[in-house]
């Protein structure tokens, strides 16, 4: 079988799950295109509330072939950097998605697959799980964002060790470090992100997504100039049909039915 990016849905749930059986499911450039486009697709259908990215038969993801990598040193530079750039837009897509994205992490996410676990909204990681960017090893350097998301999630020291030692880090010193929200019995990260997002198709849409907007264009806000997003983004939310009906719900004694 070859590499391939496979959606399905449970209820109001995108999965996407990263399968390349004969390679310990290494990503590869067919992914990257398939994810953009469930990606874009999750983003235009109401039905969808949330998207969980997990890897095939309770393992993540070996990150890059490093066979296609020796390959690609024949190729013009050009055509590695065209690579490079397509990946970094499913790192994007998962990072715009007004949908909150959960990633569920078994075995190991190594290289890009630790980025793009990064890359999601929330991590629920197997009691087992390795997290590796062990790029340094063989020569190379992050991609996918890694370097950006662990200075961005820890303090310098600690990101350094993870990227300049290339040792394993496991799920427990993760959710220690506050990087991982939900640490579960190996074989259960996927179950368990599943019932989280269940949680997700109860709550307001374009609250989700405003609320992840302002979560992404904190760190770049003072606190003068967030004050106004945050304004901005609460005159917004409490004038569109969402909040109408989340008040009335919540006076009435019920629960709301938000679309």
Known sequence: MSAELIASRNKATLILT?????????????????????LSTAE?????????????????SSGGNL?????????????QAETLDHLHG?????????????????????????????????????????????HVKVGLTPD?????????ALPRQLASEIMLQGKPVGSQRLQELGVVNRRVPDGMALSSALLWAD???DMSPHALERIKTLVME????????????EKQSFIAALHHPDALEGINAFLDKRKPQFK
């Open 67 to 79: 066979n296609r990598l020796l390959e690609n040193r024949a190729k013009e530079v050009s055509e």
């Open 144 to 152: 996918g964002g890694g370097s950006w998301f662990l200075m961005h």
């Open 199 to 201: 949680e997700f198709a």
């Open 90 to 134: 499913w790192i994007e897509a998962l990072r715009g998605c007004p949908k909150p994205v959960i990633a569920a992490v078994d075995g190991v996410a190594a290289g890009a697959a630790f980025s793009l676990a990064l890359a999601c909204d929330m991590i629920v990681a197997g009691a087992g799980a390795q997290f590796i960017m062990a």
């Open 44 to 60: 235009r259908d109401e039905t969808i509330r949330a998207v969980v990215l997990t890897g095939a038969d309770n393992f993540f």
């Open 218 to 229: 904190a760190p770049g806000h003072t606190l003068i100039e967030h004050f106004d997003a």
């Open 18 to 38: 990263l399968s390349n059986p004969s390679a310990k499911n290494a990503l590869h450039p067919d992914m990257y295109a398939a994810a953009i486009e469930a």
